[in-house]
C-alpha cells in the first residue's frame, strides 16, 4: 500500500487482506475506491519487491503459504495503540501475555500464533529478526511502534527454510512505513466506569535528501496507561470457587490468614481444645488462639485487573544510495518499558518450633496456658522444652502489598548494504545487534528465615503475629526485604544474500524469468538472569526465588530459495522451493536441514490454487537449556484431596507418597491453597523441535462479481520432540491415575519426598519439574478470509449520491489442536480445539472471527467491528468434578463483541476518528453472596469459579474493561 496517509488509505474500511490474492486483478467500479483487501492491477513494468515467506523479490505478492494480512487502517479504526489488542483479536492468535496479565505475568506483550507457544512464532519487523526480552528469547510486542506500522503479515506453518528457527506455527513480520514530512498525533481512552486512561502522543519526521539519493524518518512516542485494580469490577472483587473440593460456588480465598493461621505438627493431646480436629487454629482476637473455622483471605481486590505502563520509544531508519545503485540502510531503536504487577500482600508459610516464651509477650494467659499444657504432653525429648512444632500460615498485611516494576531498555542497531551485481543479481548484506536488560524491583518480599527467627527464639526481638493488624513498623522492617533482579539478553545477526533470475531464462516466452535467491547467516544469542541474593538462595516469601541463568550458543547457516513461473495462456502455475542447512554449537543439535516445497495453480484469472509443505526446527533457547530452578505456583488440583483418594488404587499411590491415610480425601489438609508450590528449570541435554507442516488452499476472485475476493485454507501442522515442562496437573494425573502405576515410576519422580507430614506438598521441597523433547503438538482447520467493496446509492457528505460500501471477514475454524504431553503414549492426546482450563489452559474456540464493515462517505467513515468467539467446554468436563453441579461453569457461551468507529477527514492534513469498543458493555456477570459466602445466583457463564486463569475469568480473551471509549488526531504536513 501507499507510504502516504491518505483518505483512500484511511477510509477503505476494508482491514484484513491475503496477500496471496494478488493475482490478476479486475477493473474496479468507476470512481470507487480501490480496497485493501482487493488484489493490487499487475503492472509489468513495476519493480519487483520481497513478500514475508520468501527472499525473492517478485513481480506478483502472492505466495504458495498463507499469508494474512492486517492493514494500518486497523490500528486507527479500532483504538489501537499497543500491537496486541489487534493482534490478540486475529483468529489466528491465542492470546499470549497480555496488559491483563498480572499472576502469572512479566510486564510483556506476547504472541501466542495457532495456540502452539509464544517460542515457536517468529516475529520480525521489515523482514529482520527483533530484539528479545529475556530467556525465552521471545519479543516483548511493547517494543514495536504501532503508529508507524504499514501492515502486518501473518504467515501460516513452518517457515525455517527462509528465516530459520523458531517459525514453527508461522511468521509475523510487522512492516514500518516511510514517512514524508512531518506528523504528529495522539489518542486517549478510557473506560465508561471512568477509569483505566490510556494516552499516547507520537511524532515522526520523514524526508528526502541530496537530490532523492537518500531517505531518512526519525520517530518518537510516549504511551502511559492507568492501573485498574480487580476490586474495581464487582466480578473480581472477591476470589470465587471451590466446586473441585465438591462443594458450591463461594467465596475462596487463601488459607494465610491476616489473622495468622497455625497447624499444630506434634503428638500432643490439646486438652484445652485451642485447634479444630484437624489440628488447625488461628488467633481471631489478637493474642487469642482458638479453632479454625474455615474463613479465608481475599486477596484478588488488591490484584491488578490491567497493569499501570509507561512507555518511550524512539528510533529513526535511513538509506542512501552511494553511487550505482548501491544503497547502505540503517535502522536505530530504542524502547524504554515500565510496567508494574501488584499482588495481595505477601503470604508466608513456615514450619517452625515456636518459643513459647519468646513470643508470650504477645498471647493472653489462656492462649500460653493452653500451648503449655501441649508442650507438656508431647512425647519423649519434646515434652516440656517449651517448643511447639506448628506450621505457621500468615498474610503480611502490615508490609503493603507486592509490587513488581519490570524497566526494560531495549535498543537495536543495524547497518546494511544493498545494490546490484548486474542486471539480474541483487545482493544485500547487513549486521544487527539487540540488547535489553530488565531491571526488576520487588517490593513486599519477606526472608523466611528473618521471620523464623522473630518466632522460634533465634532472633534479636520477637515479632508479633497473633493477630490481624499486630505487627508493628520495626517488626515488619526486621524480615522485609527489597530484591532486585536483572535480565540482559542479545542476538546478533550477519547475513548476506544474492537474489535474482537466470537472465532472462524463462519457462515459455510469456512467464517471468526463474528467480533465486542463495544466501548465508550467522546467529549469536546469549540471555543471563542475574536474580538478587535473597532469591537465588532461596531464602524468600512473595514473589518467586529463583537461580540464576547464564548461557549462550550460536549457529551458523547457508540457505537458498527458487521460484519457477510459467505461464501458458490465461493459466498460471508457479513452483517453489526452499531448503537451509544449520550447524548449531549446541552438542545436542549440532546440524539441522530444514525445506519447503509449494506450488500455485490459477486455470483462469478467477481462480488460484495452492499448497506448500514445510520442514521446520526450533533449537532450544537459553532458559530451557540453562534456566537455575525457580519456584511457581501454578494451579493444579491435588488428586490425593478428591473423594476418589478414599479408595481403590488411588487411595493406594497416595499412601505409597506420603499421605496419612486419615488425611485422604481431605482437601483442607492435602491442599488447603488452589496453587501449589512446584521448582521448574532447565535442560542442557535438550535437543531440536520439529514440524512438519502443510497447507492447501483456493483463492476466488470472480469476475463477474467485481470486488469480491474469497480465500480458503486449510492447514496442518504437527511438531514432534516438542520441549515441554507438563503442567502440575498434567504431571499429577500421570502419577496419582488411580491405576497401578507404581509411585516410585518415572512418571512420579517429581514428587517423591515432597509431602509434608500432613500429606500437603512442602513449598520448601515442593515437586521439581523440568523440561525435555517428550511432547507432541499438533494443530489443523481452516482459515477463511472474504472481502467485499461496492456502491451504495445515497450519500450524505458528497455531490456524486454515493458511498462506498467495504466489507471483511477474516475467521478460523480449527478443526483439532492436540498436546500429547508423552508423544510415545497415543493413549494420552489432549484435545484442546473447542475447550479451556485444565491442561488446555487458554480458551481455545473452534471458531473465530473479526469481521467490519464500513461506510464511506466522502470524509466520514462509519466502521462497525464484529469479534465472536465459539463456545467452549471445559477440559475436565466429563470426570469429576462436575462444575456445574456446584454452580461452577462447564461451558462458557459464545461470545460476541460490537465496536463502533466514526473517522472524519476534516482537511487531507487533518482527521479525528472516534469510538467505542465493547459497545453493549459485556463483561463476566456479577456474583450475589449468602451470609456464607456461597454464590446464591448464576450470573453469566463468563463468571469463573476453579477453572479460571485470573480474575474469576481469562482476562486475555474475554473483555473486562468494559464499554471503552477513545478520541484520536492525527495531523500531517
Not at 423 to 439: G, K, V
Not at 614 to 622: E, F, G, H, K
Not at 770 to 794: H, K, M, Q, R
Not at 917 to 945: E, K, M, Q, W, Y
Request: aromatic share 10%; proline share 5%.
Amino acid at each position: 500500500m501507499s507510504n502516504k496517509f491518505s483518505k483512500a488509505a484511511l477510509l477503505t474500511g476494508t482491514i484484513m487482506a491475503g496477500a496471496v490474492i494478488a493475482s490478476p486483478a479486475y477493473a474496479q467500479v468507476d470512481g470507487q475506491d480501490e480496497p485493501a483487501l482487493q488484489a493490487e492491477p499487475q503492472d509489468t513494468a513495476a519493480a519487483p519487491i520481497v513478500v514475508t515467506g520468501s527472499r525473492i523479490a517478485r513481480r506478483n505478492v502472492d505466495t504458495a503459504a498463507p499469508v494474512a494480512i492486517v492493514q494500518d487502517e486497523e490500528f486507527a479504526l479500532s483504538g489501537t495503540v499497543n500491537v496486541e489488542n489487534v493482534i490478540n483479536t486475529l483468529p489466528q492468535v491465542i492470546p499470549g501475555t497480555t496488559s491483563f496479565s498480572n499472576n502469572p505475568g512479566n510486564g510483556t506483550a506476547t504472541l501466542n500464533l495457532r495456540g502452539l507457544g509464544t517460542t515457536r512464532t517468529l516475529v520480525l519487523v521489515n523482514g529482520r529478526r527483533w530484539m528479545f526480552f529475556d530467556t525465552a528469547q521471545i519479543v516483548d510486542l511493547n517494543t514495536i511502534p504501532s503508529f508507524l506500522l504499514d501492515s502486518v503479515d501473518v504467515v501460516t506453518g513452518g517457515a525455517s527454510a527462509v528465516y530459520g528457527s523458531d517459525a514453527l506455527a508461522g511468521v509475523v513480520n510487522f512492516r514500518l512505513k516511510n514517512v514524508e514530512g512531518l506528523e504528529l498525533g495522539g489518542q486517549y481512552s478510557i473506560t465508561e466506569r471512568g477509569d483505566g486512561a490510556r494516552y499516547q502522543v507520537h511524532g515522526a519526521i520523514g524526508t528526502s535528501f541530496d537530490d532523492g539519493r537518500g531517505s531518512a524518518t526519525v520517530y518518537a512516542e510516549y504511551y502511559n496507561r492507568d492501573a485498574i485494580f480487580q476490586g474495581d469490577r464487582e466480578f473480581s472483587n472477591f476470589s470465587i470457587g471451590a466446586e473441585t473440593f465438591g462443594v458450591p460456588l463461594q467465596q475462596f480465598g487463601s488459607s494465610l490468614l491476616e489473622e495468622t493461621r497455625l497447624t499444630y505438627r506434634g503428638d500432643g493431646t490439646d486438652s484445652a481444645g485451642v485447634f479444630n480436629a484437624n489440628g488447625l487454629g488461628f488467633f481471631a482476637t489478637p493474642g487469642n488462639l482458638v479453632p479454625y473455622d474455615g474463613r479465608t483471605y481475599n486477596y484478588a481486590p488488591a490484584n491488578y485487573l490491567q497493569l499501570p505502563q509507561e512507555r518511550y520509544l524512539v528510533g529513526g531508519y535511513a538509506d542512501y544510495e552511494i553511487g550505482n545503485g548501491h544503497t547502505a540502510y540503517t535502522e536505530v531503536a530504542y524502547v524504554n518499558n515500565r510496567v508494574a504487577q501488584e499482588l495481595a500482600p505477601t503470604p508466608i508459610l513456615v514450619n517452625l518450633g515456636l518459643d513459647i516464651d519468646y513470643v508470650s509477650g504477645f498471647l493472653d494467659q489462656d492462649t500460653i496456658d493452653a500451648l503449655n499444657a501441649l508442650d507438656a504432653s508431647e512425647s519423649g525429648a519434646d515434652a516440656g522444652d517449651g517448643i511447639v512444632d506448628v506450621q505457621v500460615r500468615r498474610r503480611l498485611t502490615e508490609a503493603g502489598s507486592r509490587n513488581s516494576l519490570d524497566e526494560r531498555s531495549a535498543f537495536r542497531v543495524l547497518g546494511g548494504l544493498t545494490g546490484p551485481i548486474n542486471d539480474f543479481l541483487q545482493y544485500d548484506a547487513y549486521y544487527s545487534f539487540a540488547r535489553t536488560r530488565n531491571s526488576n524491583i520487588q517490593q513486599g518480599n519477606a526472608s523466611l528465615s528473618r521471620f523464623s527467627a522473630g518466632l522460634d527464639g533465634t532472633g534479636s526481638a520477637p515479632i508479633n503475629i497473633f493477630g490481624r493488624g499486630q505487627l508493628t513498623p520495626a517488626q515488619v522492617n526486621s524480615f522485609r526485604i527489597q530484591a532486585q533482579n536483572s535480565d540482559i539478553s542479545t542476538l546478533q545477526v550477519i547475513t548476506g544474500a544474492v537474489s535474482g533470475t537466470f537472465g532472462d531464462f524463462a519457462i515459455g516466452e510469456n512467464s517471468d524469468p526463474i528467480g533465486f535467491a542463495v544466501g548465508v547467516e550467522r546467529r549469536r544469542v546469549s540471555a543471563r538472569f542475574i536474580p538478587d541474593e535473597f532469591l537465588a538462595s532461596g531464602d524468600v516469601a512473595g514473589f518467586n526465588a529463583g537461580e540464576p541463568t547464564d548461557g549462550s550458543y550460536s549457529v551458523n547457516e547457508v540457505f537458498g530459495e527458487l521460484n519457477v513461473p510459467i505461464e501458458f495462456g490465461s493459466a498460471r502455475l508457479e513452483l517453489n522451493g526452499a531448503a537451509r542447512y544449520s550447524d548449531y554449537s549446541l552438542d545436542t543439535v549440532g546440524g539441522a536441514f530444514t525445506w519447503a516445497a509449494g506450488v500455485e495453480f490459477a486455470p483462469i484469472p478467477d481462480v488460484m490454487f495452492r499448497g506448500q509443505y514445510q520442514r521446520a526446527i526450533r533449537a532450544p533457547n537459553v532458559g530451557e537449556l540453562f534456566a537455575g530452578s525457580a519456584i511457581g505456583f501454578p494451579g493444579a488440583t491435588d488428586p490425593c484431596g478428591t473423594a476418589d483418594a478414599t479408595s481403590g488404587a488411588l487411595r493406594q499411590q497416595c499412601i505409597a507418597n506420603g499421605v496419612p491415610a486419615a488425611n485422604l480425601g481431605n482437601a483442607a489438609l492435602i491442599q488447603p491453597d488452589g496453587q501449589t508450590a512446584a521448582f521448574f528449570g532447565g535442560n542442557p541435554n535438550l535437543a531440536e523441535e520439529t514440524s512438519d507442516s502443510f497447507t492447501v488452499g483456493v483463492v476466488l476472485q470472480p469476475s463477474f462479481i467485481p470486488g469480491l475476493t474469497i480465500t480458503a485454507d486449510y492447514f496442518d501442522i504437527e511438531i514432534k520432540d516438542a520441549i515441554t515442562t507438563i503442567t502440575l496437573q498434567t504431571a499429577l494425573d500421570l502419577c496419582f491415575d488411580g491405576t497401578a502405576t507404581d509411585v516410585s515410576s518415572v512418571n512420579c519422580a517429581p514428587f517423591v519426598g515432597t509431602r509434608d507430614s500432613t500429606g500437603s506438598f512442602d513449598r520448601n521441597n515442593a515437586p521439581r519439574l523440568g523440561g525435555a523433547n517428550i511432547a507432541n503438538l499438533a494443530v489443523s482447520g481452516v482459515d477463511l478470509e472474504i472481502g467485499y467493496t461496492t456502491t451504495l446509492p445515497f450519500s450524505l457528505m458528497t455531490d456524486s449520491g454515493e458511498q462506498d460500501l467495504n466489507l471483511s471477514f477474516l475467521g478460523t475454524w480449527t478443526e483439532s489442536s492436540t498436546f500429547a504431553p508423552d508423544q510415545n503414549d497415543p493413549t494420552n492426546v489432549i484435545e484442546c480445539s473447542g475447550f479451556f482450563a485444565g491442561n488446555c489452559g487458554e480458551p481455545t474456540p473452534e471458531f473465530k472471527w473479526t469481521a467490519r464493515a464500513s461506510f464511506v462517505d466522502g470524509p466520514l467513515t462509519t466502521s462497525i467491528r464484529w469479534r465472536h468467539l465459539d463456545s467452549v467446554d471445559d477440559q475436565g468436563t466429563g470426570a469429576d468434578p462436575d462444575f456445574a453441579t456446584f454452580n461452577g461453569i462447564d461451558t462458557i457461551d459464545s461470545y460476541d463483541l460490537i465496536d463502533l468507529t466514526f473517522s472524519f477527514e476534516a482537511t487531507e492534513k487533518l482527521t479525528f476518528t472516534v469510538g467505542v469498543n465493547n459497545l453493549f458493555d459485556t463483561l463476566p456477570g456479577t456474583p450475589i453472596f449468602d451470609a456464607n459466602g456461597v454464590v446464591t445466583n448464576r450470573p453469566n457463564s463468563l463468571l469463573l469459579g476453579d477453572n479460571q486463569e485470573q480474575a474469576n475469568t481469562y482476562p486475555s480473551t474475554y473483555d473486562v474493561l468494559g464499554r471503552d471509549f477513545f478520541a484520536s488526531v492525527n495531523l500531517k504536513f
